[in-house]
């Protein structure tokens, strides 16, 4: 049986798609909590001893360190037959929105509601331009999502555990009502939760938490 560590710090919606995936595959994990708010990451000492790249989160796989969370869900998927594809089609859409994901809304929720909910001043011409590009790109998933249950196919796949993970978080952080603004995202949001194993992402994720301002 493969063990695994998990190297992430509660707040981290990367984190969580790891945790949520190797719960739903009915895995276990030691969590490592790390200290990102400290800077740790940033060291060349933790860069030397757990990721060269300096980012969390952080698959141990036995002996292996794996980093970068897509490629980590497809192995994952592949490996336990769960959430993956079923055909050509099904693998090029997933691939299609993971990539959409990490580079759209991953990559601007990510940094946006860091600096709205856990930096003390905020730029708020900062905020205002992630904030119109994450109006945007939640409005390409909720019309997305009013015609279907799931983002690619009739389950859901990784492609729903990678999309979800960011706004799975309380709404008090991003600033995002989702039922109200979004309420395709919101009730596939609800479809996902009541999935076998489902847990929240601070529920999933323990240790001490960022300081949170907003």
């Given amino acids: 049986m493969t063990s695994y560590r998990l190297h992430y710090f509660p707040e981290s919606g990367n984190s969580y798609k790891l945790a949520l995936m190797l719960t739903f595959c009915g895995q276990s994990f030691e969590p490592v909590w790390t200290d990102f708010g400290g800077g740790v990451t940033r060291t ?15 698959l141990e796989e036995g002996t292996q ?4 969370t897509a490629p ?3 192995r994952l998927a592949e490996r336990y037959g769960r959430f993956g594809g079923t055909n050509e089609e099904e693998r090029f859409e997933i691939l299609r929105w993971l990539f959409w994901d990490n580079h759209k809304l991953t990559g601007y929720m990510a940094t946006y509601r860091y600096m709205r909910a856990f930096t003390p001043s905020p730029d708020a011409a900062v905020l ?14 909720d019309r997305h999502l009013r015609e279907r249950s799931f983002v690619v196919a009739d389950r859901p796949t990784i492609a729903d555990v990678s999309l979800m993970a960011y706004l799975s978080f309380p709404k008090h952080e991003a600033g995002y009502d989702l039922p109200v603004s979004h309420p395709a995202i919101a009730a596939w949001l609800a479809r996902l939760a009541a999935l076998p194993g489902w847990k929240a992402p601070y529920d999933l994720l323990p240790g001490k938490r960022l300081r949170c301002y907003s």
Avoid at 128 to 140: E, M, P, S, V, W
Wanted: without cysteine; proline residues 8%.
């Fill in 72 to 74: 980590i869900l497809l």
């Fill in 128 to 141: 205002a331009y992630f904030r119109r590009r994450l109006d945007d790109f939640l409005g390409i998933l």
């Fill in 65 to 68: 360190r794996l980093t970068q």
């Fill in 44 to 58: 060349p000492e933790w860069r030397s001893a757990v990721n060269p790249m300096g980012e969390i989160p952080v």
